[in-house]
């Protein structure tokens, strides 16, 4: 196809994504440069008979509405808003580090600090439910791959629920049924004899829930893939393979699982894509008070009540993309040198 | 070929049996559970005292006369205006379908067709797009919609939502587009037709199936999305998710939890029907990418 003819037909969608990704991306960037205007304050000085005069201070709100309009990015501050508390925090790690009290001291001031306290959540999250997910999914397909052919249609409907739901909706569903007065919530209360037990009250238990929700959503997918891949498993190489002596376990290790190594390349990278951007059901289970996200800060900095916080949701944006960019570096890498022997 | 049929030992069969039953219910249970649950009031679904009441419902029945009362529908259709988020919902999400399609079969397509190497790059920067989180591109948006006062509108939000779209339908059509041979286009070509009516008039019809399979995708994206019609719509031009999550804010007030699950269930309902029809297509679609990937 001439260059002529191919940038005619990708043009709708290149200029899509230019304006609407890659420009974001830089506005984020200039963005994150700035920091909002603060309050104009004026001195008034009042006289009141007999009492004397004085002097107060007063924000002007007129004006600083006036400032605001007049240059919306705020004023410039460099890396100014990267490096302070509600991010990086340099100064405070420095603290935290000249004085402590051992391991377990600095790491729990370091995860006092909110971006910290983001970043520790989203990566848990990341890595804990991809590899969990993907291994309950592989199960499930190895299950299903064995009930009789009549039982698979139902099955696989039933399985795609989950994934297929709208991630507040399903995080919804299940903040419902485990909150103390929904049906896991007490009959886990009970089980344990405790009837105080709330999953929210404690980090540790909304952790967990979030965990548990995470890989209930991320299965499906994994177990549509790997049940396709399943069925394309060579028969010779497994018929080989008994005749040679291997047990039922041993099939699954040295045949089956070769033989679905791409697609689980395929799908680790979609799960972590996917999984990093958690957002959703912090907000469904209402567990910011125990576990916040990247998305989540960014999302709460734009949806400030009297100022929305620009500069800092830009910031937490930038820091966010650097570690989508390292997450996918191995990726990009790879097929880069796997482009270039071609 | 003749697949012998394996015997297995009678435990393994049990077990994973067992499992996959597990799994069903674990899949399934909590939106049976809701549905039934969504025609209680709010003290049988969000009982104190047993969750058995959820189940029988005897406050329903004191309450209203019946087992069964539709007051949260009522409460969330009529009096919450949840239906107009629902037609806002369906311009959303048959206009991002349609526009993301007509983009991406026209873009697809010339990635498909091109031999050259710097598709292979704009298909490397459509991942990265891909992998960026939605939130962080609504914060670039924000600041400039509101100078530009286009913050708050339908077609704001349906734009940015088919740009967010693009890189994994240019990926997933651009593997449908390869199944395709060349030579269909190029004997039309030959035949007098130019490139688009090639396209247009050979390509199109035979990529029917793949066009549904990605259009499933495009929906289903428009559809559950969060983060992009939660900040860049305004209250009256809010769609059904952004509109569940403002009925939490003010669940306070008696029965308004059962406002919200009644909202779920509404919105939920499409999905299945989805499911139920697309199953296949969803499938081949999942495993598309994978497989020819």
Known sequence: MPHKAFFAFIMPSLLAMLLFIALPIVSVAVQSLYVQHERVVTEVETCAPFAGCTTETRVDAEATEKLRHAEPLGRFNGFGTYLDRNHLATAEIGAILADNAGFADIASRIYNLPFYRALAFTLTYTFVVTPLAMLLGFCIALGVNAIPPFYKGPVIFFSLLPMIVTPLVGALILYWMSSPQGILGATLQSLLNDPTLSLKSSAVLTWVTLLVYGIWHNAPFSFVVFYAGLQTVPHDTLESAMIDGANRWERIRFVVIPHLMPLATFVALVQLMDNFRVFEPIVGFSAEANATSLSWSIFNDLRGQVDQLFGSAAATSMLTIVGVVILLSPVLVRTWREFNRR | ?293
């Not at chain 2, 067709?113 to 914060?139: D, E, K, N, Q």
């Not at chain 2, 004997?187 to 019809?205: E, L, T, W, Y």
């Open chain 2, 1 to 293: 070929m003749i697949v012998k049929k394996r015997r297995r030992p009678l435990p393994l069969t049990v077990l994973s049996t067992t499992f996959v039953l597990l799994w069903v219910l674990m899949a399934a249970f909590p939106f049976i559970w809701t549905v039934w649950g969504s025609f209680k009031v709010e003290q049988d679904f969000f009982s104190r005292d047993s969750w058995w009441f959820a189940i029988e419902g005897p406050r329903t029945i004191a309450q209203t006369g019946s087992a069964f009362t539709g007051d949260g529908y009522y409460g969330a259709w009529v009096l919450r205006d949840f239906f107009s988020s629902v037609v806002n919902t369906i311009i959303v999400t048959v206009s991002v379908v349609v526009i993301s399609l007509t983009f991406g079969t026209l873009g697809g397509y010339a990635l498909a067709r091109s031999g050259y190497r710097y598709t292979f790059w704009l298909l490397m920067l459509a991942l990265v797009f891909r992998a960026m989180p939605h939130i962080t591109l609504v914060s670039g948006y924000l600041l400039p919609f509101f100078e530009m006062n286009i913050w708050g509108h339908l077609p704001t939000a349906i734009i940015v939502l088919v740009a967010i779209n693009q890189p994994f339908t240019l990926w997933m059509l651009h593997s449908f587009f390869l199944s395709i041979p060349k030579d269909l286009d190029e004997s039309a070509m030959v035949d007098g037709c130019s490139r688009f009516q090639a396209f247009r008039m050979v390509v199109i019809p035979v990529m029917w199936p793949g066009v549904i399979t990605t259009g499933l995708f495009s929906f289903l994206l428009a559809y559950n999305d969060f983060a992009v019609t939660a900040m860049l719509l305004s209250q009256p031009n809010q769609t059904m998710v952004p509109k569940i999550a403002s009925f939490l804010g003010t669940i306070q007030q008696e029965g308004n939890v059962m406002f919200a699950v009644a909202a779920v269930v509404s919105a939920t309902a499409p999905l299945f029907v989805l499911v139920m029809f697309f199953q296949r297509q969803i499938v081949s679609g999942l495993t598309a990418g994978a497989v020819k990937g």
